[in-house]
């Protein structure tokens, strides 16, 4: 009985160890990511006025098309949160439910996203035109890019909790999933506020 117990005792911290390995690994990961965003955001503000003769963010952007990208982001962010305090909770069914939500949601600001993307190109306004346009779409884009990745991990993660249930593995893997994602709002609301906001009031 001894040995049984020190053998599950030294599962136990075997497992607890590899744990904090793969979050202390993933914290490092968007550790890695903040220095991306921050060279992009430090691009952008370089080039921001360099229009070349193309239009300025003052021209291009419109508020409340953004005010709505942003809602819905947020709202993500909401349901998501509400997706792991349910995971916690050990209820697959409302996890599954509000993961379904967010990824809707994400895909919702993504579709905008493209769109505006789209409209711009239309316009003869891509990332060749200009300095400050070739800054917005690398810095909005690789946004978008994370946004992507984001719904890829939300579809696998409904899939294995579906298949596999709540365990330490789907919680821990939640968790990173939200972790993932709060860090992309808040990435969005330093884009709204910079790159959006200002661009809109200062010609």
């Known amino acids: 009985m001894t040995d049984m117990t020190l053998t599950k005792s030294k599962r136990q911290t075997e497992q607890l160890e ?17 220095v991306l965003f921050a060279s992009l955001f430090a691009t952008f503000v370089v080039l921001r006025h360099n229009t ?12 409340p098309y953004v005010l709505l990208e942003t809602l819905v982001l947020l709202s993500s962010s909401f349901t998501n949160g509400l997706a792991l305090l349910s995971a916690q909770r050990k209820q ?28 711009f190109v239309a316009m003869g306004d891509s990332w060749r035109r200009s300095g400050f346009l070739s800054a917005y779409y690398t810095l909005v884009g690789t946004h978008g890019a994370h946004i992507s990745v984001g719904l890829i991990w939300m579809v696998v993660m409904a899939l294995y909790i579906y298949k596999h249930g709540l365990g330490r593995l789907s919680l821990k893997r939640l968790r990173m999933l939200s972790l993932f994602w709060h860090f992309l709002d808040v990435v969005w609301i330093f884009i709204f506020t910079i790159v959006y906001l200002f661009g809109a009031l200062h010609a």
């Open 92 to 119: 697959v069914r409302p996890t599954l439910i509000w993961l379904g939500v967010t990824f809707m949601l994400g895909a919702t600001f993504l579709g905008l996203e493209l769109s505006e993307f789209h409209k």
């Open 52 to 63: 070349f003769g193309g239009p300025s963010g003052a021209q291009l952007f419109s508020l």
């Open 18 to 34: 590899q744990t904090n390995t793969a979050v202390l690994g993933f914290w490092l990961y968007l550790m890695t990511d903040c």
